[in-house]
């Protein structure tokens, strides 16, 4: 199993994936060379994750791959399933759910400004009879303070207020908030922190999981990936800053993979 993203994001995933199927091997390919997503054109999205899923083809035997950004996930999804033959699963925001979940009828999506502005949300918006309550924040900012914090450096307030400024400003605020990032599940705690209200937090890890359990449940077969890797497409100093953080995560090999 392949899990990439440009950050520290698809993390996120990756945990989910652990505590419901402890006992499978997985390859988590952080693209720091390319990141943030967010802020880069449709066309270099799309074909970073060609790149990125036909280089991984070659050296392992993957047999399911997570796009775990929600901006690749949105804009290259239907795109890559067309090119590979193995299962292609991405993080999609499900706006069905946190209709059902409100009870003020005031929704909040917040995601990158690439996510936002990409046509499946804006299909999405335009289908959803409820629209007109939910508020949208395009922010890129969050994911550089999410990969701040897994590194245990200090995040600002301020920062974060004012990314949430329109929302903080209502009179009637959002009580269910969908995270259209898998970065930013790592700043519930201090998103939470900045409302004087309850929040109910949505995102799309828990389908993700479901529909990787349910691949391997039909596909019992031993797994020819033996061990956890995790792969960086660029060195820097910020490497180094998240090797305590990949501990926990039992990556057997930990090294540098060229994606140009």
């Known amino acids: 199993m392949l899990i990439f993203d440009s950050g520290i994001g698809g993390i996120s995933i990756l945990e989910n994936i652990k505590k419901n199927i402890p006992n499978i091997n997985y390859i988590y390919l952080l693209d720091n060379e390319g990141f ?54 991405g993080v999609l925001p499900l706006l069905d759910q946190a209709i059902k979940k409100t009870k003020n009828n005031k929704i909040g999506l917040i995601a990158t400004t690439a996510t936002i502005n990409s046509s499946y949300i804006k299909n999405i918006m335009s289908e959803c009879i409820y629209a007109k309550s939910i508020k949208v924040i395009a922010t890129n900012e969050l994911a550089k ?34 995270l ?7 700043l519930k705690d201090e998103i939470q922190n900045i409302f004087y209200q309850p929040i109910t937090f949505l995102d799309s890890h828990i389908t993700v999981t479901k529909i990787v ?11 020819i990936i033996k061990k956890n890797v995790f792969l960086y497409s660029e060195y820097n100093q910020e490497i180094n800053k998240l090797l305590w953080f990949l501990k926990k995560y039992q990556f057997n090999t930990i090294k540098k993979i060229n994606l140009n």
């Open 145 to 178: 303070l999410a990969e701040k914090k897994i590194r245990k450096l200090s995040i600002s307030n301020i920062k974060l207020k004012n990314i949430f400024n329109s929302w903080i400003m209502l009179s009637v605020k959002p009580d269910t908030i969908y």
């Open 213 to 223: 359990k349910q691949y391997f449940l039909n596909n019992q077969t031993n797994q």
């Open 180 to 186: 259209g990032c898998t970065h930013f599940s790592f």
């Open 36 to 89: 943030p997503y967010g802020e880069k054109k449709e066309s270099f999205i799309i074909q970073r994750c060609i790149k990125i899923i036909n280089t991984i083809i070659k050296i392992y035997p993957i047999k399911i791959v997570i796009v775990a950004c929600n901006t690749a996930s949105t804009i290259s999804l239907s795109i890559l399933k067309k090119i590979f033959n193995i299962p292609i699963i």
